[in-house]
């Protein structure tokens, strides 16, 4: 089993729709937990951070993490075809210089 | 200010060729990590410096892969010789602190393909 585990899509939704990305772990260490955007032909640019357990807010992001059942989500609200690029999420455990990615999941919002 | 900066942009060479690709971290950040990106394997880490010295280098792949940072502000990561399985896109990050709690900031990568 990898450590993090992330469905690759793609995903395919029409504008205004809501967006839900998730990633699974295996290593109860990880403390820091991340999501990163990734436009084609660019590299990855952090897009929300949570420490720990819980929600965070970020406009129409929100991310959560469930420690108990080593998930995480992202949910975009309101979706945008700005939107549209390849989500990646990523955890370190307490800590630590280094991140483990998932594959990322390659989002697509029809205007 | 100026974001990690990386070079060249895309890089088509034959088999058995020495490739060096270089990056320019963020000033100030004393943290900088190679990631290679495929397909089927997504993004993984290579090495990564913290002051300029390789902390850890366990995600390179053979010894045909070699990277260092002679100073604050380079890095090359060179792959000699180079084989069809090293195509990828190649990325240089940095962060000012250890964690998850700064960013890692990226550059947009280098193109590598090996006929």
């Known amino acids: 089993q990898k450590e993090v585990e992330q469905d690759p899509g793609p995903l395919s939704v029409p504008e205004g729709a809501i967006v839900s990305l998730n990633c699974t772990y295996s290593?109860?260490?990880?403390?820091?937990f991340m999501w990163y955007r990734q436009y084609s032909r660019k590299g990855p640019e952090l897009l929300m951070y949570?420490?720990?357990?819980g929600n965070k807010e970020d406009g129409r992001f929100t991310a959560q993490v469930d420690k108990s059942s080593k998930y995480i989500s992202l949910f975009i609200r309101d979706s945008q075809p700005s939107d549209s690029a390849t989500y990646l999420c990523?955890?370190?455990?307490?800590?630590?210089?280094?991140?483990?990615f998932g594959k990322g999941t390659k989002l697509t919002v029809n205007p | 200010d100026a974001g990690v900066i990386q070079s060249p942009r895309h890089e088509v060479t034959e088999m058995g060729q020495e490739v060096t690709l270089r990056c320019k971290p963020i000033s100030g950040h004393d943290y900088l990590f190679w990631y290679r990106q495929t397909m089927m394997r997504g993004l993984e880490l290579l090495i990564y410096f913290n002051n300029n010295v390789p902390i850890d280098d366990s995600g390179m792949p053979e010894d045909r892969f070699s990277a260092k940072m002679p100073n604050a502000s380079f890095s090359t990561l060179k792959i000699q010789p180079s084989e069809p399985r090293d195509s990828a896109v190649y990325f240089c990050?940095?962060?000012?602190?250890?964690?998850?709690?700064?960013?890692?900031?990226f550059g947009d990568g280098t193109r590598l393909s090996i006929l």
């Open positions: 949570t420490y720990s357990s």
């Open positions: 990523a955890m370190s455990d307490d800590g630590s210089e280094k991140l483990v």
């Open positions: 990050a940095s962060t000012i602190s250890l964690g998850g709690n700064q960013p890692q900031h």
């Open positions: 290593n109860s260490a990880f403390q820091y």
